[in-house]
């Protein structure tokens, strides 16, 4: 017997009054069809029986309708799911990388939103500048991304009178590029530390 079956041929107790479906179920709920008081129909997956005749007030319509769907109890709390990639913190993002991206490389989004390097050699890249990586990553592993403020690390040896640019390859560098577009990347505060703060790119001619 397949569930239209036995649905039809079920009988229901409800306040003490035995529903015979076989004879009052009328299928389902269709606009414009008047529908007798004790007749049965299916909407939403649920069945409800008429509680006036009436037209055109379809079911939950609780003045109509009263649901009388048998239901089984509520099932065991399935398994969690996977976590989420983690999230960034204030000045930082966390992205997919692209790529692989090396430590404190400058980075763009690609057209599926991954972590790839920005290179000043590019004009394609001009304006598209969106951080600085904070450790390196292989492709498709996740990667945070300084994208505004101080960021500081010990192998850096910055002039704190010059600005640093976009480099090629994402790398950052104190010496304005000569083809491309030159983007200034930020300040450095100390020579360990970058104040992260992007300006508007200019292609050269």
């Not at 129909?41 to 309708?65: I, M, Q, Y």
Request: charged fraction near 10%; charge should be negative.
């Amino acid at each position: 017997m397949n569930i239209i079956d036995a649905i039809i041929n079920a009988s229901i107790v409800k306040n003490g009054t035995i529903l015979s479906l076989g004879s009052a179920y009328q299928g389902i709920w269709t606009a414009g069809v008047t529908y007798q008081k004790g007749q049965v129909v299916s909407a939403s997956g649920n069945l409800f029986v008429c509680l006036d005749t009436h037209a055109d007030h379809s079911p939950p319509d609780t003045g109509f309708w009263e649901d009388i769907t048998m239901r089984g109890p509520t099932g065991a709390t399935g398994p969690p799911g996977n976590p989420g990639s983690p999230g960034g913190s204030g000045n930082q993002v966390v992205l997919q990388a692209g790529q692989i991206l090396g430590g404190h490389r400058a980075i763009l989004l690609d057209s599926a939103g991954r972590a790839v390097y920005a290179d000043s050699s590019d004009v394609s890249h001009a304006g598209r500048l969106f951080g600085i990586t904070a450790h390196a990553a292989v492709a498709d592993e996740f990667v945070t991304v300084h994208v505004i403020g101080e960021m500081i690390e010990s192998s850096w040896v910055w002039d704190i009178a010059r600005p640093v640019f976009l480099g090629t390859n994402g790398r950052l560098t104190q010496v304005p590029p000569s083809t491309g577009f030159v983007q200034v990347i930020g300040q450095p505060i100390t020579a360990q530390s970058l104040f992260l703060n992007p300006k508007p790119s200019i292609t050269l001619a």
